[in-house]
Nanobody, 117 residues
Framework: QVQLVESGGGLVQAGGSLRLSCVAS????????MRWYRQGPGKQRELVAT???????NYVDSVKDRYTISRDNGKNTVYLQMNSLKPEDTAVYFC???????????WGQGTQVTVSS
C-alpha cells in the first residue's frame, strides 16, 4: 500500500502565495517522476509541473516564473511553491508519483486551492 498525503491548500487573495506538500509513504521503492496536476471547475485535469529524479523541472506555460516544484528524496516529498496566484489558478491540486522499480504510479487525494480576486 502506498499513500500520498497532500497539504498546504487553502484560500488566498490574488497575488498571494501558497506552498503545497505531498508525502509518499508505504511500499514505495524508487521514485522517478513526481508531478503536480490540477483540475479547475468544469475543466479537465492538466499537468502543472514535473520534476525528475535528477531534479530537472518542467512547467506548463501558464505557471512558468510563478510556480516552483522541488523534492526531498530523503523524505519522499514533493513541493509546489505557488507565487503571484491568480483567480484562474483556482483548482484541486493533485500530486502524482511514479515508482520506477515496480512500474506503478500513484495519486494523492487532492487539495483545494482557491484564489479570490
Amino acid at each position: 500500500q502506498v499513500q500520498l498525503v497532500e497539504s498546504g491548500g487553502g484560500l488566498v487573495q490574488a497575488g498571494g502565495s501558497l506552498r503545497l506538500s505531498c508525502v509518499a509513504s508505504g511500499s514505495i521503492f524508487s521514485i522517478n517522476s513526481m508531478r503536480w496536476y490540477r483540475q479547475g471547475p468544469g475543466k479537465q485535469r492538466e499537468l502543472v509541473a514535473t520534476i525528475t529524479a535528477g531534479g530537472c523541472a518542467n512547467y506548463v506555460d501558464s505557471v512558468k516564473d510563478r510556480y516552483t516544484i522541488s523534492r526531498d528524496n530523503g523524505k519522499n516529498t514533493v513541493y509546489l511553491q505557488m507565487n503571484s496566484l491568480k483567480p484562474e489558478d483556482t483548482a484541486v491540486y493533485f500530486c502524482y508519483v511514479e515508482d520506477g522499480l515496480v512500474y506503478r504510479a500513484y495519486w494523492g487525494q487532492g487539495t483545494q486551492v482557491t484564489v479570490s480576486s
